[in-house]
């Protein structure tokens, strides 16, 4: 890795199957240096933005809209997981401004000193084409099991749930195609920190 997109430090897009532990990961490579995108906070902080908020409120009614006047993030996720044109038209009311906040996130990561290495952590990071943003890509992998179990511990998921969220991204094939590591998460904290550290250093990102 020696020329780089944004500047003197390389971005690491991470993605993965869902319920394979990308937080965790993303926590191992903040140990080393990293500074962290968190896309999914990104997201939420859209839904706070007024134009946003009255954009979704126009398209699907009060009924998206708590009390206080924030969205019902619920309510949403009801309403695009079970139609994927309505998915869409969420994707495009939040996604340009998340990719504008992760751009200048970018930016300040690039300018700070204490930074190693940039961390972009988008389980929708091919979906919403910001492929093109990052120098390499990591995807976090985990056996099926072990995701269904962690799941249902977390959010209290079932396997139908997770199979209509995994219908809501593109295959697992494809995105493992698209990575240039794989880092498999099943084996406890310390061995993904072990894992990590492997990947880092043959990308010569750790001394």
């Given at each position: 890795?020696?020329?780089?997109?944004?500047?003197?430090?390389?971005?690491?897009?991470?993605?993965?199957?869902?319920?394979?532990?990308?937080?965790?990961?993303?926590?191992?490579?903040?140990?080393?240096?990293?500074?962290?995108?968190?896309?999914?906070?990104?997201?939420?902080?859209?839904?706070?933005?007024?134009?946003?908020?009255?954009?979704?409120?126009?398209?699907?009614?009060?009924?998206?809209?708590?009390?206080?006047?924030?969205?019902?993030?619920?309510?949403?996720?009801?309403?695009?997981?079970?139609?994927?044109?309505?998915?869409?038209?969420?994707?495009?009311?939040?996604?340009?401004?998340?990719?504008?906040?992760?751009?200048?996130?970018?930016?300040?990561?690039?300018?700070?000193?204490?930074?190693?290495?940039?961390?972009?952590?988008?389980?929708?990071?091919?979906?919403?084409?910001?492929?093109?943003?990052?120098?390499?890509?990591?995807?976090?992998?985990?056996?099926?099991?072990?995701?269904?179990?962690?799941?249902?511990?977390?959010?209290?998921?079932?396997?139908?749930?997770?199979?209509?969220?995994?219908?809501?991204?593109?295959?697992?094939?494809?995105?493992?195609?698209?990575?240039?590591?794989?880092?498999?998460?099943?084996?406890?904290?310390?061995?993904?920190?072990?894992?990590?550290?492997?990947?880092?250093?043959?990308?010569?990102?750790v001394p």
């Amino acid at each position: 890795m020696t020329a780089f997109k944004h500047g003197p430090k390389p971005v690491v897009g991470l993605i993965g199957a869902i319920g394979a532990g990308k937080s965790t990961a993303a926590r191992c490579l903040a140990a080393r240096g990293a500074q962290v995108i968190d896309a999914d906070a990104l997201g939420h902080e859209a839904l706070r933005q007024p134009d946003i908020i009255a954009q979704l409120v126009a398209m699907w009614g009060e009924r998206v809209r708590k009390p206080d006047g924030a969205l019902d993030r619920k309510e949403i996720g009801r309403i695009v997981f079970a139609d994927p044109a309505q998915r869409n038209a969420l994707e495009a009311a939040v996604f340009p401004y998340i990719g504008e906040r992760t751009h200048d996130a970018i930016a300040s990561a690039q300018a700070n000193p204490d930074v190693t290495f940039v961390v972009l952590d988008a389980a929708v990071l091919l979906e919403a084409g910001w492929g093109e943003m990052v120098d390499k890509m990591v995807y976090v992998n985990a056996p099926r099991a072990v995701r269904v179990a962690r799941l249902a511990t977390r959010s209290g998921w079932t396997e139908s749930e997770l199979a209509a969220r995994e219908a809501a991204q593109l295959p697992a094939e494809q995105k493992k195609a698209r990575a240039d590591a794989i880092l498999t998460n099943d084996a406890g904290p310390d061995v993904l920190q072990d894992r990590v550290d492997t990947l880092l250093s043959r990308w010569q990102l750790v001394p």
